[in-house]
C-alpha cells in the first residue's frame, strides 16, 4: 500500500519526520479499518440512490432500482420525453410535448380540452415532485397515452430525474 | 239644502278608516319589497333565482375531475349521468381517467348528492329537462336545456372556430365564473365577441 511522504525536514532530534498526506491517506496508514468501511459504504449508498435531495422522488428510484433499473440519467429522460411514439391505440403520433410542450418550466396545454398545465418543472412550479400518488397516477397514465403501454422503472426513473433538474 | 244619501253617510263614515287601509296596505307592499331585496329572497339567501351551484370547491373533485377539463359542477347532470360516467372512467369519452376505487366512492357521492335531480340542485333543476332521468345523455352540452340555453350562439363563429374557445365543452372559456359554478348571463364574457347583451 502505498502512502505519500513527505520530508519535511527534521525534528528537534535531527531525525526525518515523515508527514502523511490527506485524512483518508492517514487513515490507509493507520489501518483504520472501520472508519475506512464507513466512509466507502456511505459513498457508495449515495452513489446508489441517486440523491435528487427530493425524498419522494429518491423514494420512487429507489424502488425502480429494486424493479431492475440501473444507474438513471436525465439525458435519457429528456430524450424519452421528446420521442414521438406510434402506437396502436393512437390515431397519430403522440409525445410528452403535445400537452406539456418542450420547455417543461412553461405552462402547457391539454392537447385536447386546451386547459392549461401548470408547469412540470420544480423550479418554477414547486408543488410539482412532491406527492407519490399523484407522481404515479400520472406516470401511469400518460405512459399509457403517449407510449401505448406503462414505461419501465428505468423509463420512470430516468424521466423523474430530467424533471426534477430542468 | 238636499240630504245626503245613504251612499253618501256610508262614505262619509268610511272615508278615513278605508283610505288609511289602502294607504297602510300600499305602504307595506313597497316597504317589503325593499326588505326582500336588501337581505335574501324569500326563498331563502341561497340564490335559488341563480344558476349558482351550491356545494362547489370539493378538493377531491377539483383535483381529480380538474385536471384535464373544468370540474364541471355536479349540478348539470343527474345522479344516472354521473353514476354512469363514474363506472366507465377507463374510457372516459376515449380517453383512461381511472382513478382509485377510495376516490371514486368519496366522488360519486359528492356528485350525486349534488346531482340536477338533487335537492341541491337549484335553479339547474331546470338542465333535467327533456331528458330521460333514468337514462340521460352523459354529456352535458347533450342536454335539451343546455341547447335551449345556447341556441342563440353562433357555433362555428363564436365556438368552434373561434381559437379562444374551441367547443362547447370549455364552459369557462366564456362563462367567466364557471369554476365557481355560476352561469347567469351578466358573467358572460365570449372571447372576441364580449359580453352577452340581450
Given at each position: 500500500m502505498q502512502t505519500t511522504l513527505k520530508n519535511t525536514g527534521s525534528n528537534d532530534l535531527g531525525k526525518p519526520v515523515q508527514q502523511y498526506r490527506g485524512l483518508l491517506t492517514k487513515l490507509r496508514a493507520k489501518k483504520h479499518w472501520p472508519t475506512l468501511l464507513l466512509v466507502m459504504l456511505l459513498s457508495l449508498s449515495a452513489a446508489a440512490q441517486a440523491q435528487t435531495g427530493n425524498p419522494v422522488v429518491d423514494h420512487l428510484l429507489e424502488e425502480y432500482q429494486s424493479q431492475g433499473a440501473t444507474n438513471f440519467s436525465a439525458a435519457n429522460g429528456g430524450r424519452l420525453w421528446e420521442q414521438s411514439v406510434e402506437h396502436s391505440k393512437a390515431p397519430t403520433a403522440r409525445s410528452c410535448t403535445q400537452c406539456h410542450g418542450n420547455d417543461i418550466r412553461q405552462s402547457g396545454k391539454h392537447?385536447?380540452?386546451k386547459r392549461v398545465i401548470t408547469p412540470l418543472a420544480p423550479s418554477t412550479n414547486p408543488e410539482r415532485l412532491t406527492r407519490e400518488k399523484k407522481i404515479r397516477k400520472w406516470l401511469k397514465r400518460n405512459c399509457k397515452w403517449t407510449l401505448g403501454r406503462e414505461c419501465s422503472a428505468q423509463e420512470k426513473g430516468d424521466l423523474l430525474l430530467w424533471i426534477q433538474t430542468q | 239644502m238636499t240630504r245626503d244619501t245613504t251612499m253618501t253617510k256610508i262614505m262619509n263614515k268610511l272615508r278615513w278608516p278605508l283610505g288609511g287601509a289602502l294607504l297602510t296596505g300600499a305602504l307595506f307592499i313597497g316597504l317589503s319589497g325593499f326588505a326582500q331585496q336588501a337581505q335574501s329572497s324569500w326563498w331563502g339567501?341561497?340564490?335559488?333565482?341563480?344558476?349558482y351551484a351550491k356545494n362547489t370547491g370539493n378538493p377531491t373533485h377539483l383535483e381529480e375531475c380538474g385536471a384535464?377539463?373544468?370540474?364541471?359542477?355536479?349540478?348539470?347532470?343527474p345522479k344516472a349521468a354521473w353514476q354512469e360516467i363514474l363506472s366507465n372512467l377507463d374510457n372516459h369519452f376515449g380517453e383512461d381517467a381511472s382513478i382509485d376505487t377510495g376516490i371514486r366512492s368519496e366522488l360519486t357521492n359528492f356528485l350525486t348528492n349534488n346531482a340536477s335531480d338533487s335537492n341541491n340542485a337549484g335553479k339547474f333543476r331546470k338542465f333535467t329537462r327533456g331528458i330521460d332521468i333514468r337514462n340521460p345523455p352523459i354529456q352535458i352540452t347533450e342536454l335539451k336545456y343546455f341547447e335551449r340555453k345556447h341556441d342563440e350562439i353562433n357555433d362555428q363563429k363564436m365556438v368552434i372556430n373561434n381559437p379562444d374557445v374551441g367547443s362547447f365543452s370549455q364552459c369557462q372559456a366564456c362563462h367567466e365564473k364557471a369554476e365557481q359554478g355560476i352561469f347567469d348571463e351578466d358573467t358572460v364574457n365570449i372571447p372576441n365577441f364580449g359580453r352577452w347583451d340581450d
Amino acid at each position: 500500500m502505498q502512502t505519500t511522504l513527505k520530508n519535511t525536514g527534521s525534528n528537534d532530534l535531527g531525525k526525518p519526520v515523515q508527514q502523511y498526506r490527506g485524512l483518508l491517506t492517514k487513515l490507509r496508514a493507520k489501518k483504520h479499518w472501520p472508519t475506512l468501511l464507513l466512509v466507502m459504504l456511505l459513498s457508495l449508498s449515495a452513489a446508489a440512490q441517486a440523491q435528487t435531495g427530493n425524498p419522494v422522488v429518491d423514494h420512487l428510484l429507489e424502488e425502480y432500482q429494486s424493479q431492475g433499473a440501473t444507474n438513471f440519467s436525465a439525458a435519457n429522460g429528456g430524450r424519452l420525453w421528446e420521442q414521438s411514439v406510434e402506437h396502436s391505440k393512437a390515431p397519430t403520433a403522440r409525445s410528452c410535448t403535445q400537452c406539456h410542450g418542450n420547455d417543461i418550466r412553461q405552462s402547457g396545454k391539454h392537447i385536447r380540452t386546451k386547459r392549461v398545465i401548470t408547469p412540470l418543472a420544480p423550479s418554477t412550479n414547486p408543488e410539482r415532485l412532491t406527492r407519490e400518488k399523484k407522481i404515479r397516477k400520472w406516470l401511469k397514465r400518460n405512459c399509457k397515452w403517449t407510449l401505448g403501454r406503462e414505461c419501465s422503472a428505468q423509463e420512470k426513473g430516468d424521466l423523474l430525474l430530467w424533471i426534477q433538474t430542468q | 239644502m238636499t240630504r245626503d244619501t245613504t251612499m253618501t253617510k256610508i262614505m262619509n263614515k268610511l272615508r278615513w278608516p278605508l283610505g288609511g287601509a289602502l294607504l297602510t296596505g300600499a305602504l307595506f307592499i313597497g316597504l317589503s319589497g325593499f326588505a326582500q331585496q336588501a337581505q335574501s329572497s324569500w326563498w331563502g339567501d341561497d340564490h335559488e333565482d341563480e344558476y349558482y351551484a351550491k356545494n362547489t370547491g370539493n378538493p377531491t373533485h377539483l383535483e381529480e375531475c380538474g385536471a384535464c377539463h373544468i370540474a364541471y359542477p355536479a349540478q348539470l347532470l343527474p345522479k344516472a349521468a354521473w353514476q354512469e360516467i363514474l363506472s366507465n372512467l377507463d374510457n372516459h369519452f376515449g380517453e383512461d381517467a381511472s382513478i382509485d376505487t377510495g376516490i371514486r366512492s368519496e366522488l360519486t357521492n359528492f356528485l350525486t348528492n349534488n346531482a340536477s335531480d338533487s335537492n341541491n340542485a337549484g335553479k339547474f333543476r331546470k338542465f333535467t329537462r327533456g331528458i330521460d332521468i333514468r337514462n340521460p345523455p352523459i354529456q352535458i352540452t347533450e342536454l335539451k336545456y343546455f341547447e335551449r340555453k345556447h341556441d342563440e350562439i353562433n357555433d362555428q363563429k363564436m365556438v368552434i372556430n373561434n381559437p379562444d374557445v374551441g367547443s362547447f365543452s370549455q364552459c369557462q372559456a366564456c362563462h367567466e365564473k364557471a369554476e365557481q359554478g355560476i352561469f347567469d348571463e351578466d358573467t358572460v364574457n365570449i372571447p372576441n365577441f364580449g359580453r352577452w347583451d340581450d
